[in-house]
């Protein structure tokens, strides 16, 4: 005999007082819906599983994507502003000074010039270290100031790079 009532959602028998469950009718029929729904439950978390992992992998490359887009943008502007450095090789002989003496090269840049970023001097003569004797570099409109210290009464003879870069 089969059960007198059945649950809502998988009408599997419930049974009252007067019932007699059958083992092979009753039994093995609410346990192959539980069965069944169970499989069902379980393929529709797997598919869900499977599209929360591919939506968390498209979201981590697209990430990926922006980062490669935000670096590549950044090494084009590096690349563009490289081309932009110029280096400029000057001399400049100072008048006969001794003493500490303030002499101006004038270096004569490019119009489209925008920002001197050194001035390196090298290859000091007379021979004594250029270090004791370079106190400072200033540029103002496009004048490059040396100050030398000079120990006897004499020129100084000096090689100078100015980088710079343009518009």
């Known amino acids: 005999m089969s059960s007198t009532n059945k649950t809502t959602n998988y009408q599997l028998p419930q049974f009252v007082s007067s019932d007699k469950p059958t083992w092979l009718g ?32 498209q979201t981590a490359l697209n990430a990926t994507n922006a980062q490669v887009t935000s670096l590549t943008t950044s090494v084009e502007q590096i690349s563009a502003d490289l081309q932009k450095i110029r280096v400029y090789n000057g001399t400049f002989t100072t008048p006969t000074c001794a003493g500490n003496t303030s002499n101006t090269a004038t270096v004569t840049l490019p119009n489209n010039y925008k920002a001197i970023l050194a001035v390196i001097p090298f290859g000091y003569v007379p021979s004594n270290d250029w270090n004791t004797r370079l106190i400072y570099n200033d540029v103002v ?13 004499q020129y100084y003879y000096l090689h100078y790079i100015v980088i710079y870069t343009v518009d």
């Open 141 to 153: 409109n496009n004048d490059i100031a040396f100050r030398v210290v000079g120990s006897t009464n």
């Open 26 to 57: 009753d039994v093995n029929g609410a346990m192959a819906i539980i069965d069944g729904q169970m499989k069902t439950n379980a393929d529709a978390a797997g598919a869900a599983a499977a599209t929360a992992s591919a939506a968390a992998t």
